[in-house]
C-alpha cells in the first residue's frame, strides 16, 4: 500500500506550528506541502512562520503555497484582536526566528492543492486547521478533484460543546462559513475534529519543560512558543490547566482516526454565523460522507504527541 501524503493548509498560529511538527515527525504520511491561510495571523506572516519553523526542524524540502487572504464573501482581512492575545503579534507567541533562506513557492495554494489531488487521489490527505477558504477555492475551480482526494480531517467546529467565537460557532468555520459549508457538503470524506475533543487535549508547562531539557535550539523555541500560548489561556480564563492542542490533534486524527470516536453525520454550515449541524437535505442519504469526533483517547494522543515531538525537537 502506498504511503499516505499529506497536505497541512495552516493560518500558521502556535499550535499550527505543533501540527508542522507532528506531520514531520509520523511515521505515518509524508507532508509533501504546506498551503497557507488567513486567521490567526495574515496570510503572509502564515507564510513567514511555516517557512521559518520548517527551516528550524530542517525540513526545506517541504514546499510553502500561498493562499488566500480573506473569505470568499469578503474583500480584505483584518487579524481578531483575540487572536493576538491568544497566538502573539507574529502568530507564534512573540518569538522572533531568523529570516528563512528560501521563498514562498510561486504557485498558488489553490493550484497546488488541485495538482496534488490529481497526482496523489485516495492516497493524499488535507489537514485544514484554518479557515476552508483554499479547499472549497480548489473544489469550485477543478470540481474533479472532489472526488478524487481521499481525507480531509480538518480542525473546526463544535457540535456538542460551545463555540469559542459565539454560542455555537468556533473560530474557523466563522471565518468562512460559506466555504466551509461547500466543503462540507461536497466532500467525499470528511473528518471533524472539533472542539468536542481538542479542547480535551491539554498541554501543560510540565511537557514543554521536556521540550527545554532536550538542550536543543528546536526544544527551546518550541517551548516558548508554547508556553505563551499556555500563559494567554490562563491570563484569558479561556483553561487554567493549560491549553488545547487544537491543529495537531487534527493532524493525529488524519493519520490514525483511531484516537477518537466518530459520530457518522452528513453536515452543513449555516452561512450567517458558521454553526456546524447535520444537513437535513441529506440525513436520509444511506452513505455517510462526514463524520464528528465526539470523544478521543486523550492518554494515548498525547503520549504518541510527546514521543513525536521529542523525537523531532531532540
Known sequence: ??????????DTGVDDALAIAYALATPDADLIGIASSYGNTLVDTAVENSLKLLELLGATDVPVYRGLSHSSTTDNFETMQ??????????????????????????????????????????LIIVPTGPLTNLAAAMEKDPEIVDLIGNITLMGGALTVP??????????????????????KHAKHLVMVGLDVTLQTLLTKNETQ???????EKGRVFADIFDYYIDAYDRLDINKN???????????????????????????????????IGDPERALDPVKTGFAAVEVDT????????????????
Not at 163 to 184: R, W
Open 1 to 10: 500500500m502506498a504511503r499516505k501524503k499529506m497536505i497541512l493548509d495552516l
Open 82 to 123: 483575540i487572536s493576538m492575545d491568544i497566538h502573539g503579534k507574529n502568530g507564534i507567541g512573540d518569538v522572533e526566528l531568523p529570516t528563512a533562506k528560501r521563498p514562498v513557492e510561486d504557485a498558488s495554494a489553490v493550484d497546488f492543492i488541485i495538482e496534488a489531488a490529481h497526482k496523489y487521489q485516495d492516497e
Open 163 to 184: 463555540g469559542n467565537v459565539t454560542p455555537y460557532t468556533e473560530a474557523n468555520i466563522n471565518q468562512d462559513p460559506e466555504a466551509a459549508d461547500y466543503v462540507y
Open 210 to 216: 521536556e521540550w527545554r531539557d532536550l538542550g536543543t
Open 242 to 276: 493549560g491549553a488545547a492542542l487544537h491543529d495537531p490533534l487534527a493532524v493525529g486524527v488524519a493519520v490514525d482516526p483511531k484516537l477518537v470516536t466518530l459520530l457518522p453525520l452528513n453536515m452543513m454550515v449555516t452561512h450567517d454565523d458558521g454553526r456546524v
Open 299 to 314: 492518554p494515548d494522543y498525547l503520549d504518541r504527541f510527546m514521543n513525536y515531538t521529542n523525537n523531532i525537537l531532540g
